[in-house]
């Protein structure tokens, strides 16, 4: 094949769905071997780009040549024997089959009238995995997993087909920075190989880092596509959102508030040991840490959902014996966690059954009835505060987009009126523009006196939001950073050192 030939070419590309505009005439080529960013803010139409290329939708218009051939009508399967592999955002793993069976066993089960060799596809999961710098145990079932994990499953399936493009839709959304710079040095082997890798991601640091060209989407159109070194990070998230995003706060000194959360020598075996720390009334407190520093398992324990062996909690001044998350929900400490799609929602049920969850004890009556008005009022309430973008309370939280998705778990929680609230990885997953409004909420929360404590590995959203940053390692609090008296790229040193 020349090299002036795209391994793939789409010439008018559109997308209808009903009567609307999904893509609107996608002009878009990826080279062989290249690593091409495609950026844009949810809904913009990047997934249904994907999906269209992948064989799942079939174009309303256009063209798409593979290597300068027509291939249409197209789908998965054909798709996947011209070479295009995809990670899609929500995973597609089997949550009760092992490591190496979601790894491996499509690939095996493809050899018809043959006997799975589970020897066979044990070494291929294996294998996969090494080339990532991974080491899981191949027989855990993966609902087992974390969140993490499953990212490195999914993506471990991707590879170990024969591809000669990989979209790779969000990879790092759930990898701590390590983990991140693991998975790119992947990248960089396969484009040593011949393959081409389109990188989906909300994270623009990551897209400035790794693209040799980026590629620009906003609402179904393409915006343009550009060298790398052509654009940075603001410029991108001008492109995509056609505003000029400034998400930096400057950090207060909250030496005199009042404390209301006190941390004292806090242990539990193997996640983590003698955690001491205050936190103050308005305060926003970031604790940063790789994947393993024990940041999650804190979290989990102050809501409750595990118990410190050692140690005490005190709440405005009164010792807490949290047995449970409801114990946590009562004293006033609420959790966002990380994974919002097992831990945060009910995705098949509506914005307001959702909010209702978590506050529905407190506002039935004595037959245990809650009164539909009062149910009502409270959830087109949040809805109205929160921004969330849809027309009623009743809609599925399925139909909507990440970012607003984020903001019905925000919402469920703030329901309860917190004293403290603790947001583990809030963004993950969320486009520049909804970040934008979820920074605007914990300033807002700050400003009315809850105390947040903010966990991320993003360095650049713990300065845009935090008083104070905690770093953790091995389980231990190591050190603590004051955005303005310490750099990004010192904050990065500490982190990764």
């Known amino acids: ?146 969140v993490a994990e499953r990212q490195i499953v999914a993506i471990a399936r991707g590879l170990v087909a024969e591809a000669r493009l990989i979209f790779m839709d969000e990879p790092t959304a759930s990898l701590t920075r390590t983990e991140v710079d693991r998975l790119l040095g992947i990248v960089g082997r396969l484009k040593a190989d011949g393959i081409a890798v389109v990188f989906v991601s909300h994270r623009l640091d990551e897209v400035v880092e790794i693209a040799e060209r980026v590629t620009v989407m906003r609402d179904g159109r393409k915006v343009g596509t550009w060298p790398a070194d052509q654009v940075n990070e603001k410029r991108i998230a001008h492109l995509m959102t056609g505003l000029d995003i400034d998400h930096w706060i400057v950090a207060r000194d909250m030496g005199k508030a009042e404390p209301v959360l006190e941390v004292s020598g806090l242990s539990r075996r193997g996640e983590f040991a003698d955690i001491d720390f205050t936190l103050r009334r308005g305060e926003v407190l970031g604790i940063s840490g790789l994947l393993g520093s024990g940041r999650t398992e804190l979290a989990l324990t102050l809501f409750g959902m595990h118990r410190a062996e050692h140690g005490s909690i005190r709440l405005e001044g009164r010792q807490l014996a949290l047995r449970s998350n409801r114990d946590a929900v009562r004293a006033g400490i609420a959790y966002v966690s990380e994974d919002r799609l097992s831990l945060g929602v009910i995705l098949q049920q509506s914005i307001g059954d959702n909010i209702m969850l978590a506050v529905m004890r407190g506002m039935a009556n004595r037959l245990g009835l809650i009164p539909g008005n009062a149910r009502r009022q409270l959830a087109d309430d949040w809805v109205r505060r929160l921004a969330i973008k849809v027309p009623s309370a009743d809609r599925a939280v399925q139909t909507l987009s990440g970012g607003n998705q984020q903001r019905v778990v925000l919402a469920k929680w703030l329901a309860t009126r917190p004293k403290v609230l603790i947001l583990d990885s809030p963004t993950v997953g969320v486009d520049i523009k909804n970040k934008q409004g979820i920074y605007d909420v914990v300033a807002d929360l700050a400003r009315q006196g809850v105390a947040v404590i903010l966990i991320s590995d993003e360095v650049s959203e713990l300065f845009a939001t935090c008083d104070r940053i905690l770093h953790m390692r091995a389980g231990r609090i190591v050190g603590e950073a004051v955005p303005g008296e310490i750099t990004e790229a010192n904050m990065k040193e500490r982190i990764y050192a």
């Open 1 to 146: 094949m020349s090299d002036d030939v795209p391994f793939l070419r789409l010439t008018g590309l559109s997308k209808r769905f009903g009567g609307v505009r999904a893509l609107e005439e996608i002009d878009w080529d990826v080279r062989p071997g290249e690593i091409h960013c495609l950026v844009g803010e949810n809904g913009c139409g990047k997934s249904t780009l994907i999906k269209t290329v992948a064989g799942v939708h079939p174009p309303s218009a256009g063209t798409i040549e593979i290597e300068g051939k027509p291939v249409l009508p197209l789908d998965p399967a054909r798709a996947k024997a011209l070479g295009i592999q995809v990670i899609f955002q929500d995973l597609s793993l089997f949550p009760n089959l092992s490591v190496a069976e979601n790894i491996a066993v499509e690939n095996h089960l493809d050899r018809l009238l043959k006997p799975v060799s589970w020897k066979r596809m044990r070494e291929s999961a294996s294998a996969v995995l090494a080339r990532l710098g991974f080491t899981l145990d191949l027989d855990l079932v993966v609902s087992d997993l974390s």
